[in-house]
């Protein structure tokens, strides 16, 4: 039987990651934050008043087994005058699988099977007013998830405008998982919004699996800049409670100072270092390893190298 695998976050971070985990031998549950107000999911919401959907069609995309460009027309957006410009045409698929059945989580289990999903893919909560919120250090209280990305200021904490109803298989399979993994992403808008739900962190404090945390190759702007290796693992334990992380994986290849210059003049984004003498002081392990790559112009994880790292960790007596 395989080892059973939790994976929390959203955006493109966790859809990439499963991309590399997929094919590996063990059973992912990959559970998606759902409060994206902004682009193609964040008109949805309004129109339809739905979760958002936009990365749970990323994420069914690269745990797909379908040929590729299957998964172009899923990801491939209008670019039109009319309604439809700007929205993709799985995020359409979703919302009217939506409105058929009046379950995401029923809407995502269709669409799974259609395209040949292995795993299971969760939303965080099957609410459709979710609402992230943020209070920045300067006293600023910023609502909706996309406003909290723009407003590029480092955030004193973030929480729901409501709490949300988590979905009860999430709590499942925590309970049931060997290994918990927080995905690489925007902290404050893909990670964070599924541990500060209060189930989920009762959950995270009663479990016996040991929870990983993915760090990022770049900074955010304004969320974390400067921030190192473990300035991240820090504040993700800050909204733990008892259970803290257990092991982080960082990439340690250099980038070089034409892609550093590049990313710092666009997009305001410096690397990671890891802070070697800190972790030390943490009771944390740390897997360090060569996993940048760069695809279309960008940094990333190299999916196989990380998926492979992961599944090392797995089967470790």
Known sequence: MYKKVVVFGGGYGIAYLLKGLKDFPMDITAVISVSDNGSSTGKLRQEFHTPAVGDIRKSIINLSQIDEPIKEMMAYRFHTTSDLDNHAVGNLILTAMLDITGSLKESIKYLSKLFDVKHTVLPISEDSDLTLMGLSEDGEIIEGEEQITFAHKKMKRVYYKNEPKVCPEVIKAIKEADLIIFSMGSLYTSVLPNVICKEVKKALNETK?????????????????????????????SYLDKNKLDVVIANKTPISKEMAKKYEARERKDPVPIDYDELAKMDIE??????????????KHDSMKLGAIIFSYLMRD
Not at 209 to 236: R, S, W
Not at 286 to 299: E, F, H, P, Q, V
């Open 209 to 237: 699996a040991p929870l990983m945390y993915i760090c990022n190759i770049v900074t955010q702007p304004g969320e974390t800049d400067k921030f190192t290796v473990g300035d991240h693992v820090k504040l993700i334990n």
């Open 286 to 299: 740390l897997i360090d390893a060569d996993l940048m790559t760069i695809a279309d112009g960008t940094l």
